[in-house]
């Protein structure tokens, strides 16, 4: 070989290197540790926007409920009026519920959810002390009343009016077992009678109370004293 060729070969520039040979400055974790970090951002950003999205939807929800306790049943539920009263566009609605009525079931579903936990708190308690626990909190928040008004008004096909309704049915048959309730009496039928009953009134409560010139608590106490006085549960 030439010595022209043996210094061309020892100055030629090292472009090929061997396999497994690393490029200067990396280490055998460089690569891992990368595609570690990228996963963890996009998981990060994955777990804000969802965040994000709960934050807005329960918005939504709470602003839908505080008009109708504003403006009532027969007022209507105005979309843009729901954006507004929850900081965001209107189009987020459509986004994330689709519609009015959807929007007022998930409401309606986040409601009982949050009723979840007292709501078996109460339930070995007598008759007329968990009816009397449901009466008293509605007094408190009749949204939940003004919302199953608007969706049956609505012809909503699809929202189920009567919560924990299996289990209420459960806590009836025991009471009937326990002598509490006739035994042949109709146990769907008294679920039905009372939601009937509490949803009526509850939507239009402040309007009686101002016709009789007392005060929505005042009525409170008599109807639900004269409610368990024709039932037979004040004695409990």
């Known amino acids: 070989m030439s010595a022209d ?37 996009e998981a990060k950003r994955g777990s804000k926007a969802t ?6 939807e329960a918005a939504l929800m709470a602003a839908a409920l ?8 027969l007022a209507g539920l ?13 189009g987020l609605i459509h986004h994330y ?8 079931r998930a409401a309606l579903e986040a409601r009982k959810n949050a009723g979840e936990v007292p709501f078996e708190q109460v339930r070995e308690d007598a ?32 929202f189920a009016p009567m919560p924990y ?8 048959r025991r009471e009937s077992d326990e002598g509490r309730l006739p035994q042949d009496v109709d146990l769907a039928a008294i679920l039905v009678m009372w939601d009937s009953f ?5 939507v239009m409560r402040t309007a009686l109370a101002r016709q009789l010139g007392v005060t929505p608590e005042q009525l409170d106490q008599r109807v639900i004293g004269t409610y368990n006085r024709l039932t037979g549960r004040d004695n409990g």
Do not use: C, I, M
Request: no cysteine; aromatic share 6%; glycine share 8%.
């Open 165 to 172: 309704v299996e289990r209420r049915l459960a806590d009836l």
């Open 66 to 73: 505080r008009l109708l306790e504003r403006d009532g049943v």
């Open 97 to 104: 519920f689709g519609s009015r009525q959807a929007l007022l």
């Open 198 to 202: 509490f949803y009526g009134y509850f």
């Open 51 to 56: 965040q994000s999205r709960a934050a807005t």
């Open 127 to 158: 008759p007329v002390d968990k009816e009397a626990w449901s009466f008293e909190a509605h007094a408190r928040d009749s949204s939940y009343a003004r919302v199953v008004a608007l969706l049956a008004l609505d012809g909503d096909e699809e």
């Open 78 to 90: 105005s979309l843009q009026a729901v954006a507004d009263e929850a900081g965001v566009n209107r």
């Open 5 to 41: 060729a043996d210094e061309g070969s020892r100055s030629a520039p090292d472009t090929e290197r061997a396999p497994g040979r690393r490029r200067a400055g990396t280490t055998p974790g460089d690569a891992s540790s990368d595609g570690k970090r990228q996963a963890k951002s």
